[in-house]
């Protein structure tokens, strides 16, 4: 068991969605996916008790941490130096990831084992800092990064899938039983890693636009193009770029909803 997560020290408070990794060969296998180095610029969301703070400070040298938690707070202070370990008090959410990005060009690495009630927004948060990040290693609820890795066709494919794909190359790593976390969640759990795609892969013009279509397309997964677009482009606009209006959203591809969002 990791040191710092002994039960006993901290009561894990459920708000703040708290399960904290206890399994150390999960923990290793965390680590060695993300292979930290020193010196690279890298934050961790919501370190909690430290399981993944104290190898990641060991092998970089230096961790950002943003933490919620007063309490946690307290406890990382007297735990590390402040040389070894930078403490954004607050809200991941309204965090703002270009501050960690001092250069131009200072990609970040960004590591979480995210609480759950919060994972979507904070996905959609982090992937409006896309162009400043490395890359990102994430422990979700598993059926959550299912939706994130979903190909176009299958039942999973949804507006998560689409928006986060617009702007990174997806990879589910392995997943974590319940048992690996103290307390023990009721689901599984998985790693997944996102890389942030080379600029200009994808390029909707007016990408608020972009959002809304993918929004629309996805808000019945029952019904047609036809219908969830129709505020967007109709019947005809939709044929004549090669889509049938009869299919539904969950057939079209990233570069597909590109191309109809470009064509308004
Ligand atoms: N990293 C630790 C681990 O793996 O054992 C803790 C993970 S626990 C699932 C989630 C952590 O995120 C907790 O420390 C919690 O206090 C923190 N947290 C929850 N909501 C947060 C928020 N909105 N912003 C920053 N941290 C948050």
Request: glycine residues 8%; hydrophobic residues 40%.
């Amino acid at each position: 068991m990791n040191f710092d997560a002994r039960p006993g020290a901290h009561i894990a408070r459920r708000r703040f969605g708290q399960n904290f990794l206890i399994a150390t060969g999960i923990i290793e296998r965390i680590i060695a996916s993300i292979q930290p180095r020193p010196g690279e610029n890298v934050v961790e969301i919501g370190p909690g008790l430290g399981a993944l703070t104290r190898p990641l400070i060991e092998q970089t040298g230096h961790l950002h941490v943003i933490e919620i938690d007063r309490d946690l707070i307290a406890r990382l202070r007297e735990r590390y130096a402040p040389e070894c370990l930078t403490i954004h008090e607050g809200d991941a959410l309204k965090f703002d990831f270009a501050a960690l990005c001092k250069e131009e060009n200072a990609s970040l690495r960004v590591v979480g084992n995210l609480p759950y009630n919060i994972s979507t927004p904070l996905l959609f948060h982090l992937a409006g800092f896309a162009s400043r990040l490395r890359d990102g290693h994430f422990m979700l609820q598993k059926e959550v990064v299912a939706r994130m890795v979903a190909a176009a066709g299958t039942s999973e494919y949804g507006r998560l899938s689409v928006m986060l794909q617009y702007r990174f190359h997806m990879e589910r790593l392995f997943d974590v039983p319940p048992g690996a976390f103290h307390p023990a969640p009721k689901v599984t759990s998985s790693i997944v890693r996102m890389t942030p795609l080379p600029a200009g892969t994808y390029e909707a013009r007016d990408e608020t636009r972009f959002s809304r279509i993918v929004a629309a397309a996805f808000s019945q997964r029952r019904k047609t193009l036809r219908n969830t677009l129709r505020d967007f482009l109709d019947e005809s606009a939709l044929k004549a770029l090669g889509f049938d209006p009869g299919l539904r959203g969950e057939r079209l591809s990233v570069a597909d909803f590109v191309t109809i969002a470009n064509a308004g």
